[in-house]
């Protein structure tokens, strides 16, 4: 729930919050962690234990090192095809239950010189966990170009 006061003679009303706004704003944390190649950065954003699937793994990360560890690798990939950053095409954000949001989407792995490196979609299940919303299961899925 979100309160908001427009003046102060006003009294405070309580409003719903978007549609899964919540983990929207933990997904912007973790892409933000992700487009800076920090792979503890990206780690800290998922509860442990969690489930990622990428094009090249599936893991069951007992714990954040070791879904540090996956980061390391993916970003080490990354930095070899000369990742430069993400641009996300229509993610958005759905309240499954009180405790529990999905983020799909779509996003491009681009270079420096703005040509797409890999297309993907994604999709992640953020739970409330001691009041911050972690990841519990990451896919992202490697797509053709489209024609």
Not at 12 to 17: G, I, N, S, V
Not at 20 to 28: N, T, V
Not at 108 to 112: E, L
């Given at each position: 729930?979100?309160?908001?006061?427009d003046r102060p003679s006003e009294r405070?009303?309580?409003?719903?919050?978007p549609e899964?706004?919540?983990?929207?704003?933990?997904?912007?944390a973790y892409a933000a962690a992700f487009g800076a190649l920090d792979a503890r950065g990206a780690a800290a954003c998922f509860d442990e234990p969690s489930i990622l699937v990428t094009p090249r793994d599936r893991i069951a990360a007992a714990?954040?090192?070791?879904?540090?560890?996956?980061?390391?690798?993916?970003?080490?990939?990354?930095?070899?095809?000369g990742y430069a950053g993400t641009i996300f095409d229509h993610v958005?954000?759905?309240?499954?239950?009180?405790?529990?949001?999905?983020?799909?989407?779509s996003g491009?792995?681009?270079?420096?010189a703005g040509n797409v490196l890999m297309r993907f979609?994604?999709?992640?299940?953020?739970?409330?966990?001691?009041?911050?919303?972690r990841i519990v299961l990451g896919i992202v899925r490697e797509v053709e170009e489209p024609s």
């Open positions: 729930m979100a309160t908001v006061i405070a009303e309580a409003l719903p919050t899964g706004e919540e983990a929207l704003a933990a997904f912007r714990s954040r090192s070791e879904v540090e560890r996956a980061y390391e690798a993916i970003m080490e990939e990354a930095r070899r095809r958005e954000g759905r309240t499954l239950d009180a405790e529990t949001e999905a983020v799909t989407g491009r792995w681009r270079n420096a979609e994604l999709a992640y299940v953020f739970r409330r966990v001691g009041g911050a919303w």
